[in-house]
Each structure stands twice: as structure tokens, then as C-alpha cells.
């Protein structure tokens, strides 16, 4: 048999043909999925048009931090870091948004110069006042 061009041709035609048609019959229910605006048919639900699949059902949803459970992490302030320094680290690792008023805070409270160096327990969501507090610990 002599490969021509136009066999090629028709071979791949035929590839393209049946890889379209195993993408419209869906494989759940061995028929054509006709989509359609589910808004417009009302006695059409989602989940009988597309069934959820065994491995979605048996998934645990990921777990959800509950909202009175602070989520606590360690901050370090190196030794001699200003209070310019402390407030960029605190804007590096999310505990603050914004270092001028960290700055303003500390300037108010007198704790520019007071900040020492060492570990510190800090919780998320902490006001900027009861954030200067724990770092003066």
C-alpha cells in the first residue's frame, strides 16, 4: 500500500473527528452533553447535568482556622535594630500594613529607643498598640 498525501490526510481527519466526539459523549452517562443556560430550563439542576465525582464526595474540605483562635508566630528583632528596622520586619512578615503609623505609635507611647532584641511570640490581627506592648516584653 502506497502512503499518499491524501491518505495522511484522511487518517487525520478521522484522529481529529473521533477525538471531538469522545469529548462531546460524556463518559458518566454515555450520551451527547448538550450544553445549555441552566437559568432558562428550571427543572435542570447542575448536579444532574454534571454528577459530582466519588473522589470529590469523599474529600475533606481543608481545615478553616477558627476566628477566635489567633494564629500565633515567633518575630525576631535583631540586635541594635531601630525602630525603622522593627517596623520594616513587621511589614516583611505581614503583622503590620503600615510603618508610618507603627512609627507614629511607638513615637506616641515612648517606645522608640525601648525595643530590645529577642524572640517574641506575636499573634495575628493584633492592634498596633498591643503589638508595641508585646515587643517591649
Not at 451527547?32 to 428550571?42: N, Y
Not at 531601630?82 to 503583622?95: T, Y
Not at 507611647?109 to 530590645?116: D, I, L, T, V
Amino acid at each position: 500500500m502506497r502512503v499518499t498525501r491524501s491518505f495522511l490526510l484522511g487518517l487525520s481527519s478521522g484522529l481529529i473527528i473521533s477525538a471531538m466526539l469522545a469529548l462531546v459523549i460524556s463518559p458518566q452517562q454515555g450520551q451527547a452533553v448538550i450544553p445549555q443556560d441552566l437559568a432558562s430550563v428550571p427543572s435542570v439542576k447542575q448536579e444532574a447535568i454534571n454528577p459530582p465525582l466519588a473522589a470529590e464526595k469523599q474529600a475533606d474540605p481543608l481545615p478553616v482556622a477558627e476566628p477566635n483562635i489567633p494564629i500565633q508566630q515567633d518575630f525576631i528583632i535583631p540586635k541594635g535594630a531601630s525602630s525603622e528596622k522593627i517596623a520594616d520586619l513587621l511589614v516583611a512578615q505581614g503583622l503590620i500594613k503600615d510603618k508610618k503609623s507603627f512609627l507614629e505609635s511607638a513615637h506616641q507611647m515612648g517606645a522608640e529607643s525601648q525595643f530590645k532584641a529577642g524572640t517574641f511570640t506575636v499573634s495575628l490581627g493584633l492592634t498596633t498598640e498591643e503589638l508595641i506592648r508585646r515587643l517591649l516584653k
